[in-house]
């Protein structure tokens, strides 16, 4: 089995963020796949985030909602970014995700 580490961290926030909004229209989805980027070709691919926070539907809807919000969650390991030149290539990752919203 692989995982990335960064997971149980990102469900222990999605958990959180869940009992807050659970009297609100508003929901939390992990690994959400709503959103669409530019992929090869200039067509529309899909894009999963890590966490996204959308309005709950009143009735059963074909189309995904507009997320109110976003994130993406990038972990490293410390002595990946013990210089400048290493931190970087970490910024330029983060970047690159940031991006690939629409």
Sequence with gaps: ?????ENPIR???AYE???R???TRL???RE???LYTTGENGERAPRA???????KPRHRSPYAPTPAGVVEFKAVYAHEARSDGQLNAIYQK???DVEKFP
């Design 21 to 23: 909004f659970r009297k």
């Design 94 to 96: 983060v970047f690159r």
């Design 32 to 34: 959400w796949t709503g």
């Design 1 to 5: 089995m692989n995982s990335q580490i």
């Design 11 to 13: 469900d222990r926030v």
């Design 49 to 55: 985030v890590d966490l996204a926070v959308v309005e």
């Design 27 to 29: 929901d939390v989805g």
């Design 17 to 19: 963020m869940h009992l």
